[in-house]
């Protein structure tokens, strides 16, 4: 999670601003229509066969296994860390006898259809001692549990060290939880140790990436050197992928999973050579300024042949930190559609949004799920929707499967709505429609190529909808009208409103879709 102090993160909003706030960060001036007067047009053109790219990685969120609250030390941390020094990368998951809340964690995972997830853990859940590794503890186990999950559903997971936190190996006048490795080898060692127990002896094949540490490279982050300086990652990453090659693990590194494109441009990262991706933050950029932020992550990647993954996304245009309500708002949702959408269409080859189980408490409510009861301080007996973002994100990862091909899309005669189109490996279509603005519309969708035969239906999500206590995601059939070697459809658009048009028919019980492509099996041996 983000630091409070970083240069990105200074703005601070005023209720009087939001309304207009939320605009701007949506991409349009907001307009309202005359009574009777007909929505506005909008023409949408989507050219199936012209696939522009295959994902890499998908749609999904993060969900931390560490369980372990670390209170402020003002003599060895920094003073940006004195609100919440593990941000909200904590505490959000259930006891792990409480059976049934995990079935519904399990459930609800599902019908979100999440499929690229960043997993999170630290180095002190596997070694809290420099010559003693625990395989077995609460914490350990809780991250079996959400690997057992993500491999049974087909989830590539972006498997992330959050931090160290283990005093034996920290700078003497750095706390371990901010601490860069006082010994890079030592650090490489454990982490070996520790893929090779998840990849060879638990049998995980979900685990597509690995990051080393959460935000480095920033002034209150987790990797500071002698002083409390930020402290180059670059020898971890080194010693990391000579201990993962020595072993024979082929698992590709990621980095430098920071926000900030101020390294870019000024001087090169000396780590390329040595990662297999690369991955960034976001959460509060205008439309504009994040573009620029993408186009620079993607002709960065694209120059050396590897993906750009946004591994954590979210929004404080509508506020933050503690109890705030400002990242499960509906204004927040729009916010983090437009993020994936415009993504989509820029480059990116997976978001995973900030998070899936979360206190709540910490840094602002950005739960998908309930877990925690914020005034109790204590753990519900079930895991239940938080309706606004669990359907509003849920609309964007229901319909859409790991390694899709991004589809060329064209928007005309509007600046403000935003479109994607996706097609996943079996030629299943979804195409994305988000309507910012304060009046609906009607979209004329043209789909140039060879449609998929079947019927096709929209799904849609806006403000007044998701405050009914029993909304449900229901399909809605919608005709196409085929001519010569394109068929389209009149679409409407409720007013601040997300859409899906797809051939994938999902009642609102229905799991959402993670994967569709043929599952390997590996050959048997002879007898």
Not at 183 to 195: I, Q, T, Y
Not at 380 to 404: C, D, I, M, N
Request: aromatic share 10%.
């Amino acid at each position: 999670m983000h630091t409070p102090e970083c240069p990105d993160m200074k703005r601070r909003f005023d209720v009087a601003t939001l309304g207009a706030l939320v605009v701007a960060a949506l991409g349009g001036m907001a307009f309202a229509a005359d009574a009777g007067e007909q929505p506005p047009s909008v023409a949408v053109e989507v050219s199936l066969d012209q696939p522009v790219r295959r994902l890499a990685g998908g749609l999904g969120a993060s969900w931390h296994a560490i369980r372990r609250e670390v209170p402020f030390d003002p003599k060895r941390m920094t003073s940006g860390r004195s609100g919440a020094p593990q941000g909200s990368g904590f505490g959000g998951n259930p006891p792990l006898d409480n059976t049934a809340a995990w079935q519904d964690l399990e459930r609800h995972f599902r019908w979100l259809g999440l499929d690229w997830c960043r997993v999170e853990f630290t180095h002190r859940m596997y070694q809290p001692e420099r010559d003693r590794f625990e395989w077995d503890n609460e914490e350990m186990r809780t991250l079996y549990r959400i690997l057992d999950i993500c491999e049974s559903n087909r989830v590539d997971v972006f498997l992330t060290q959050m931090w160290n936190d283990v005093a034996w190996n920290a700078h003497d006048d750095v706390h371990p939880l901010q601490s860069a490795p006082r010994s890079v080898p030592d650090f490489a060692r454990g982490l070996g140790e520790l893929c090779e127990r998840l990849l060879r002896q638990r049998r995980y094949t979900c685990i597509r990436w690995l990051c080393i540490n959460n935000e480095p490279g920033i002034p209150d982050g987790w990797w500071l050197g002698p002083g409390r300086r930020i402290e180059s990652i670059t020898p971890a990453l080194q010693a990391v992928r000579a201990e993962l090659d020595r072993r024979g693990l082929q698992l590709p590194l990621s980095a430098p999973d920071f926000y900030t494109v101020s390294y870019i441009g000024k001087a090169p990262f000396d780590f390329d050579e040595v990662v297999g991706a690369f991955d960034a933050h976001t959460y509060v950029e205008s439309p504009a300024d994040y573009d620029r932020f993408v186009r620079q992550w993607v002709e960065y990647a694209g120059a050396r042949r590897k993906p750009f993954f946004i591994s954590e996304m979210g929004d404080f245009a509508l506020g933050w930190q503690g109890r705030s309500e400002g990242p499960r708002l509906y204004g927040t949702q729009l916010s983090v559609a437009r993020k994936v959408l415009a993504g989509l269409n820029l480059g990116v080859d997976g978001f995973s949004r900030w998070s899936f189980v979360n206190r709540g408490d910490l840094d602002g409510q950005f739960q998908l799920v309930r877990t925690w009861d914020m005034d109790r301080r204590a753990y519900l007996p079930r895991a239940e929707p938080e309706p606004v973002p669990y359907f509003a994100y849920g609309l964007l990862t229901r319909f859409q499967a790991k390694h899709s091909e991004v589809l060329k899309v064209t928007v005309a005669e509007s600046e403000s709505l935003v479109a994607a189109a996706l097609r996943s490996p079996s030629g299943q279509v979804t195409v994305y429609l988000l309507n910012p603005d304060d009046a609906g519309k009607t979209v004329r969708l043209r789909l140039h190529g060879a449609a998929p035969q079947g019927r096709w239906f929209q799904y849609s999500v806006n403000e007044p909808a998701l405050r009914e206590s029993a909304f449900q995601l229901r399909p809605q059939p919608i005709a196409l009208r085929p001519s010569a070697n394109v068929v389209e459809t009149s679409v409407t658009l409720p007013a601040r409103s997300l859409s899906a048009v797809s051939t994938w028919e999902l009642g609102p019980e229905s799991p959402g879709v993670i994967s569709d492509e043929p599952r390997f099996t590996p050959p048997r041996d002879k007898p």
